[in-house]
């Protein structure tokens, strides 16, 4: 069974850089399928983020591509989410998932974890 | 940008159908946008009910179906039941490996 689990810090100061891990088990990132990054800010809607390939290809949300990058390590088989110049507006919950490429869906998904900005 | 709608609300009657729609503010949606359907209740991760347009995911009941109507993809619940009042989101392909999901429809079971 593929499982997802974000960590990173919960509180993030405006203006900083924000980051998480996802760590995935039940299957290793290098044998294929993206891997994506979504958020919830607090009773709003779902927003993609951007995936990325084992090799390291990216694709980013055009409002989110000039602070958004993501990186892969096959080696601890995970994948990370910076984003920076943070503002309260970035205050969400965020979810890694996998997704299928080529039927552009999501598959297996994280819990969540719940990042706030505030000084 | 384009932006994918969705009805902000909704409600049906135990035992009733009802037809969610994934639009586009420009545009029709079809299948090359690899339409996909997500249910959300609240405090919990999103679970996978439909993609390609019209396939269910694993263990999602057949009550849930999706479809092309016209220039929207749909989800329809056929004979809803309590349970089925959540939050559901779609998602269609826009290419160069962009994904971007409608605002959501909030579904009431009474």
């Known amino acids: 069974q593929v499982q997802l689990q974000e960590s990173g810090p919960g509180l993030v100061k405006p203006s900083e850089t924000l980051s998480l891990t996802c760590s995935v088990s039940?299957?290793?990132?290098?044998?294929?399928?993206?891997w994506d990054w979504i958020r919830q800010p607090p009773g709003k809607g779902l927003e993609w983020i951007g995936s990325?390939?084992?090799?390291?290809?990216?694709s980013y949300s055009p409002s989110l591509k000039s602070r958004v990058t993501m990186s892969v390590d096959t080696s601890k088989n995970q994948f990370s989410l910076k984003l920076t110049s943070v503002t309260a507006a970035d205050s969400a919950v965020y979810y890694c998932?996998?997704?299928?490429?080529?039927?552009?869906?999501?598959?297996?998904w994280g819990q969540g974890t719940l990042v706030t900005v505030s000084s | 940008q384009t932006v994918v709608t969705q009805e902000p609300s909704f409600s049906v009657s135990p035992g009733g159908t009802v037809t969610l729609t994934c639009g586009l503010s420009?545009?029709?949606?079809?299948?090359?946008?690899?339409p996909s359907w997500y249910q959300q209740t609240p405090g919990q991760a999103p679970r996978t009910l439909i993609y390609?347009?019209?396939t269910r995911s694993s263990g999602v009941p057949d009550r849930f179906s999706g479809s092309i109507l016209g220039n929207k993809a749909a989800l329809t619940i056929t004979g809803a039941q309590a349970e089925d009042e959540s939050d559901y989101y779609c998602?269609?392909?826009?290419?160069?490996?962009?994904?971007?999901f409608g605002g959501g429809t909030k579904l009431t079971v009474l």
């Open positions: 998932l996998r997704q299928w490429g080529g039927t552009y869906y999501f598959d297996y």
């Open positions: 039940g299957y290793s990132i290098s044998s294929g399928y993206y």
């Open positions: 990325i390939y084992y090799t390291g290809s990216t």
């Open positions: 420009s545009g029709s949606v079809s299948a090359s946008y690899y």
């Open positions: 390609f347009t019209n």
């Open positions: 998602v269609l392909y826009m290419g160069s490996g962009i994904l971007v």
